[in-house]
């Protein structure tokens, strides 16, 4: 299979446009927005909290793209239970951008993905879901929609 260069691209049908961040679990947000603006120049975004999900964030802004740093607000939670296995933090998901983000979910569900909850209101004000990993090569997937 040849796969040619496009401006949108068909996820399980859905177009999505760019990678709009990837995000990173951090157990101590603070060392990490200073780590990624000391060591690699990156412009850190002021801290913001989403009890929603439950998790401090903060972005890492780069020319061409966007590193997400998530802390856990409590341990039951996603993002919690992810550094509850992975101590020194990790990669928590790959956040692609849609035009639109309902109609994203619906053509996920009728080409077999399987998103984990109904679009909603993300930290950016634009609706957002994610797509299970096990459909998705063990990499969770966060569909986002662009402003």
């Known amino acids: ?3 040619e260069k496009s401006q949108d691209i068909e996820l399980g049908g859905m177009k999505v446009s760019s990678v709009a961040h ?16 000391d060591r690699f ?9 989403n009890t929603a999900q439950g998790v401090r964030i903060a972005f890492a802004e780069f ?5 997400e740093l998530l802390q856990p607000l409590k341990k039951v939670s996603p993002v919690g239970r992810f550094i ?29 993905l399987r998103p984990l909850q109904m679009p909603e209101q993300g930290v950016h004000g634009h ?3 994610f797509l299970h990993p096990k459909e998705t090569f063990g990499a969770l997937i966060e569909i986002e929609e662009s402003g």
């Open 22 to 37: 990837i995000a990173v679990a951090v157990p101590d947000l603070e060392k990490a927005m200073s780590f990624y603006h």
């Open 127 to 129: 609706p957002l879901f």
């Open 63 to 67: 020319s061409n793209t966007k590193i």
């Open 84 to 112: 509850e296995r992975n101590p020194s933090g990790g990669i928590h998901h790959i956040c692609f951008s849609t035009e639109d983000a309902e109609s994203a979910h619906s053509t996920a569900e009728a080409n077999g």
């Open 41 to 49: 120049g990156a412009k850190i975004s002021a801290p913001t909290e």
């Open 1 to 3: 299979m040849q796969i």
